[in-house]
């Protein structure tokens, strides 16, 4: 397995809350593979859950703690730098984070947040996609549907593939190393 598959393993245990072994991880050759396995792995669930929806529930939650602000003042399409001080948008920013209970937040960029999170939306659709287990609290359970929305997630974030077939190879279709 090249550094790419190994870094996208290592992304689905995170994700998922699992250790795949080296021997099973090698069968891992199709995204519908990984489908396969991570859904006969987890708990299995009855109903899909909407994990960014989830996600942004945390993120307000913690959010309206820190910053004692109401409810209404956060949307997904709030931005952050409209709500932190400007004074002390790096520190509320951690303790925002810390207040979550999540294992991922996203870092600051230069002292600034990333584009892709600079809204309460975006931040917990990066926590849906990074630590979507986290999110569910615990225990976990899993739908074939939210597997699939995570593991599609984490291609693109991790690979770079947005484009795919079910039961394309990652090495000889998809260039993966």
Do not use: N
């Not at 299995?44 to 703690?65: G, K, N, W």
């Not at 400007?86 to 303790?95: F, G, K, P, S, T």
């Not at 359970?141 to 947005?162: F, H, N, P």
């Amino acid at each position: 397995m090249g550094l790419d598959s190994v870094e996208f393993v290592m992304a689905l245990e995170e994700a998922f809350g699992i250790y795949i072994p080296d021997v099973d991880a090698v069968g891992l050759a199709t995204p519908r593979k990984v489908i396969d396995y991570l859904e006969k792995r987890l708990v299995p669930a009855e109903t899909s859950h909407c994990l960014d929806q989830q996600a942004f529930y945390s993120v307000r939650r913690a959010a309206m703690q820190v910053l004692e602000k109401p409810r209404a003042s956060f949307t997904p399409t709030t931005r952050w730098d409209e709500i932190l001080h400007m004074r002390d948008h790096r520190r509320q920013w951690e303790l925002v984070g810390q207040a979550t209970g999540l294992s991922k937040w996203p870092r600051l960029q230069f002292g600034s947040i990333p584009s892709d999170v600079r809204t309460v939306g975006g931040t917990a659709r990066f926590l849906a996609t990074k630590c979507p287990s986290a999110v569910k609290r615990s225990p976990p359970s899993w739908t074939r549907e939210e597997i699939t929305e995570v593991v599609t997630r984490l291609m693109e974030a991790e690979l770079g593939i947005t484009t795919f077939g079910l039961d394309d190879r990652f090495v000889q279709d998809l260039g993966v190393d």
